[in-house]
């Protein structure tokens, strides 16, 4: 276990916004929660545990503990002709399972490649794209409730997965830490062409998992800055679900407005909400949209999280101006804002 106090947390954000935490924990195994649940001192603490940085924004320094994962295991439960099984720790790299995966034979999750973060925020994020989410693929989460002391497995159902969602994003479930995310993957080749820019990008063509993980890259980086270059934290607002009426109402003024079904309405772009609002490269002071993809904030300078969270309420309300429809952060706010998006 690793313990550093006032640890500067702008290597530990990809907005590499400027803040300071109180102490940062790196542990590498449940018996360090253990340690850490009978600490009199950290019991007095409030703690977050978090992946690569890659999908929060510090409003300001962080008065209380950071965990970080450390624990990195890759173990084979079961496997037989069709599936296999795997244990997997929650902090291992999320783009490095994908790439030991395909290693290894087994398919499913290529869709998800190149976003950025660990296998235990991904778990708690329910992160999705090209046509898949994280939770097809799993089966149970591992934790440790820090304030019990205990050891809890999740189901899938149990982890009430959603969009962008899970039952770990809800403050009574804060205290547990996940250690460990158990995955089924199949070993058939299968691949999943739903998403329209993949089915459109190999026409009639028989991709290979490691195809479409590839073309997948080559999409992302078509769309979305890096990081290192430009700072900021992927997709920042989630796609807006809307009656089936609002969207038949814009549909008439909007007849190439892109949607897609949802359980409860219909799915809107909020990246072309942004772009028909002319928001796309739009910039102030130090942060602005990225000049392919208005779903992206970026900051190009030395702006704080504060300056980036009004940044981002300024485009929602200029989206609500011209559509009536308001977009909600995707974009994890650690601190308190003037004005709370994300409630």
Not at 31 to 46: I, N, V
Request: glycine fraction near 6%; charge should be negative; hydrophobic fraction near 35%.
């Amino acid at each position: 276990m690793n313990i550093r106090e006032k640890e500067s947390l702008i290597s530990h954000n990809t907005f590499k916004v400027s803040a300071v935490a109180d102490w940062w924990i790196e542990y590498s195994s449940l018996e360090d929660l253990k340690r850490l649940s009978q600490d009199e001192y950290f019991q007095t603490q409030q703690f977050l545990p978090i992946g690569q940085g890659s999908n929060l924004l510090f409003l300001h320094d962080y008065q209380g503990v950071i965990l970080s994962s450390q624990i990195k295991e890759i173990d084979i439960i079961n496997e037989s002709e069709s599936k296999v099984s795997l244990r997997v720790g929650s902090g291992v790299i999320w783009d490095d399972l994908i790439v030991w995966a395909l290693e290894h034979g087994y398919n499913g999750i290529e869709n998800l490649s190149w976003i950025p973060g660990t296998v235990g925020a991904a778990a708690v994020q329910n992160i999705g794209a090209y046509g898949a989410e994280i939770e097809e693929f799993i089966d149970y989460v591992d934790t440790f409730d820090l304030k019990e002391g205990k050891q809890h497995t999740f189901t899938r159902a149990e982890c009430n997965y959603g969009y962008r969602y899970s039952l770990f994003k809800e403050e009574e479930y804060k205290h547990h830490v996940i250690t460990h995310v158990h995955f089924t993957l199949p070993k058939n080749n299968h691949v999943n062409l739903s998403y329209q820019a993949l089915e459109a990008y190999f026409s009639h063509q028989a991709p290979t998992p490691l195809a479409v993980r590839e073309a997948v890259i080559e999409i992302r980086k078509s769309k979305l800055p890096n990081p290192e270059k430009l700072p900021n934290a992927g997709s920042y607002f989630m796609n807006p679900i809307v009656p089936i009426e609002v969207y038949e109402k814009l549909s008439k003024e909007y007849s190439d407005m892109p949607y897609y079904p949802a359980e409860k309405g219909i799915k809107l772009s909020a990246a072309w909400l942004l772009d028909q609002a002319g928001l796309k490269g739009y910039k102030k002071g130090n942060i602005g949209t990225y000049e392919r993809q208005p779903l992206i904030i970026v900051n190009l300078g030395k702006a704080e999280g504060a300056e980036i969270a009004q940044f981002a309420e300024e485009l929602s309300n200029k989206v609500f101006d011209k559509f009536a429809i308001r977009l909600t952060p995707e974009v994890r706010y650690i601190g308190k804002f003037k004005q709370d998006m994300t409630e």
